[in-house]
Structure formats: C-alpha cells, structure tokens
C-alpha cells in the first residue's frame, strides 16, 4: 500500500514510526523541515491534565500511557521524554477552583493526584519560592514533559531506518482523490500518487483540506480573536534548581536540558494573538518572563531570556481532536489535533490500523471529522481492501 503523510511534526513522524517496516510504501512530504511548525514552539507538557469530557480525557491518557510505555521500551539512547510529573500551585481564587475540580476529575477517573502542602512541595523542588497565597499545592505525578528535538529525531531516524522516505522541503499545495486514491500535488507541479493521503498537517489542515474541496472547521491565526498564538520563553543555562513541569497562576515552567528552561504565562498569550512579536533578551516581554521566574524558583532573578517566540496552536473550531476520513472515497484521512504531543505515540497505531486495515478506533468514536455537518464525510474506516495493497 502506498501511504503518503502530509507533515512532519510529531503527528506526521509518529504515524510514520509506526508505518516503518510494515511492508507499505510510506513517503512524509514536509513543506519546511521536520518539526518547523507547531512542534517547535510546543511547551510540551504530557498530561491528561483538566481535559474534558470524559472522552477526551481518556483520549490523552492513553497518550500518557503510551509515552511511559514508548520511554521504558527504548532504555537506551538519548531520552526524550521526563515522567518527573507536574507541580502545581494556585494563588488567586479562581484556579483554586479550577484545581480543585482537576484534582477531584481525575481522582473519580483513576488518575492519581496528590494534595501536598507546602514542606512536601519543597521536597520535591527545592528551588521553589511558594508565595504565602498559595494555598492550594497538587501533585500529578504521571505527567511529564517531552524534548520535542529528541523525539522527533527517534521518530525520523526509526522511520528512515524502517524504510520511510522523508522528502524536504515538499510544499503540498493540493490534494485531490478517485475511488482508487489520492494524489498531492507540491508547488513545483510533481505529483505524488498513493493509495491514501493522511494529512497531519497541523494548523494547515483546514486551508490544505479545502484545496479537495473538505471544509473542515480549524481556528485560523490570521482571524481576530484567534486562540492559536502563544509565548513561549527560552533561556539560557540557568542557576535554577528544577527538574519537573511547575504549573502556577502566572507562569508555567520546565527544564529544556542543559540547564535551560522553557516559560510560558498563557495570561499574555492575547497580545501573541494580536500579532505582537516575540523578541530577544532586552525586550519587555523577555523581562516580564524573568520576573515571574525570579517570583516562583531561587536563582530566576539572575536567569537570561535568550528568546521569546510567537507559536500558534493548531486548534479544531470544538478545541478537540479530529481524526478520520473526509472524502467519499475514503482516501484521504486527517488528524488534526491541540495536544499533539501528548497524543502522538497513542494515535499513530490507531491511525495506522484505521488507514491499513480499515480497522475503527473506538477510542476515536467521539473525534470524527464528521461531527462538524456537511462538507465533511462520516468518516468511519471500512473500505474495502485494494487489490494489491499490503
């Protein structure tokens, strides 16, 4: 069978992972380099963390479980992925709410989330500046962080080893599909022919899908009031004591190796929507980053921002996952997702029996692309078998 997948962030090479050495003829088309969108500019945090309803929650568990389960079956080599869990702690009266009720949701789903006061918290992290208003401290000990970097260079060099042909920079400008496939079309006029097309192609589904005449409901960063643009902060190697995720009222934090860190404070992400640059260590927002650092970990007071950089999400119209066939023919398939990182080891195999075996996910029940009415298929696998296809 011959499989072409449109994108080569984590969602891309994780279903090409998958794919390798499965017998199929499977080609990534990345329209810049691996990882250049979304993927690049992803705080990273593997949680299943206030994830509703119930379906999608469930949904980014088995993403959790699936990068515990990946991490212990590849003991050695570099690591990309940290399951130190996630620290967190609310100092004003609505993320107390808000925490309480993520503790309480995932303790009725079997998830384990701890209460901790502040001398636990601080045996946990050291470095911790707990303000006295803090009076709500959980611990969620199976979340973790991904080094996209890392993970995506075990993705694509599995993949290539497994046969996978990763072709870049292939810009896809159109996508077009017959009851025997598909066929991608890139913007130097080469056209590439497959059995099935899966786009991954991030927060250029919906403007990729409409070129096969798919209308498929993805927020647009280009629109006002868009929730696609986020901050994130990097720094240099800093005198910071810290080893998990720390999630507070006004700025998220993560250890990126080496010593560097990872901020973002989703309170300023409205002025990234707006348009506003990131910029480099001498600017206000690098400054506002600092001083929030310096307010919750020892040593942030004398850590550099090096960068901030302006991301956008890859966000459906409902805020949740889509994946499934969208055309008639059932050849085209899309994944199109908010939490991929988390997600991109538990969707692949689903994806890859939707796509080779015309097997369903039930776990994707919730999540087809035709829950959005017309201009959408229904979706569900289940075409016959090509003659011919592996």
Not at 31 to 42: E, Q
Not at 104 to 116: I, N, Q
Request: glycine letters at 12%; charged letters at 20%.
């Amino acid at each position: 069978m011959r499989v072409v997948i449109v994108g080569g962030g984590v969602i891309g090479l994780a279903i090409a992972h998958q794919l390798a050495g499965t017998g199929n003829e499977v080609t990534v088309l990345e329209a810049s380099r691996p990882g250049a969108g979304t993927s690049s500019t992803s705080f990273a945090w593997v949680n299943s963390h206030a994830k509703d309803p119930l379906s999608y929650h469930e949904l980014n568990a088995a993403g959790v479980r699936a990068h515990h389960a990946m991490d212990a079956a590849h003991p050695r080599g570099p690591r990309w992925f940290f399951p130190t869990g996630n620290l967190e702690w609310a100092d004003n009266a609505e993320h107390e709410r808000v925490l309480a009720n993520s503790v309480a949701r995932l303790r009725e789903r079997g998830c384990p989330a701890e209460w901790l006061d502040p001398e636990q918290a601080r045996s946990l992290e050291p470095g911790l500046r707990i303000p006295e208003s803090a009076r709500s401290l959980a611990f969620f000990p199976e979340e973790g962080h991904v080094r996209v970097g890392e993970y995506l260079g075990r993705l694509l060099t599995d993949a290539r080893a497994g046969g996978v042909r990763v072709l870049c920079p292939a810009r896809v400008t159109q996508l077009a599909t017959h009851s025997g496939g598909a066929t991608a079309t890139l913007d130097d006029g080469t056209t590439v022919e497959a059995d099935t097309v899966i786009s991954a192609a991030g927060r250029w589904t919906g403007e990729l899908l409409a070129t096969a005449d798919v209308h498929l409901p993805v927020a647009d960063p280009r629109e006002p009031g868009s929730a696609t643009g986020g901050y994130l902060a990097y720094t240099e190697p800093a005198p910071v004591r810290l080893q998990r995720v720390l999630t507070t009222s006004r700025l998220n934090v993560r250890p990126d190796g080496g010593g560097r860190l990872v901020l973002q404070g989703l309170d300023l992400d409205p002025d990234a929507d707006r348009g506003i640059a990131g910029g480099g260590p001498d600017s206000a927002i690098a400054a506002e980053f600092r001083e929030r650092l310096a307010a919750v970990l020892t040593g942030g007071e004398h850590t550099r921002v090096t960068d901030v950089r302006v991301g956008q999400r890859a966000l459906p119209a409902d805020g949740l996952t889509v994946c499934g066939f969208v055309d008639d023919h059932q050849r085209l398939y899309t994944v199109v997702t908010h939490s991929g990182v988390t997600l991109a080891p538990a969707l692949a195999p689903m994806v890859a029996g939707e796509v080779l075996a015309g097997t369903p996910a039930a776990e994707l029940a919730g999540f087809r692309p035709a829950r959005f009415g017309s201009g959408t298929t229904a979706g569900a696998p289940g075409r016959a078998r090509v003659p011919g296809e592996q």
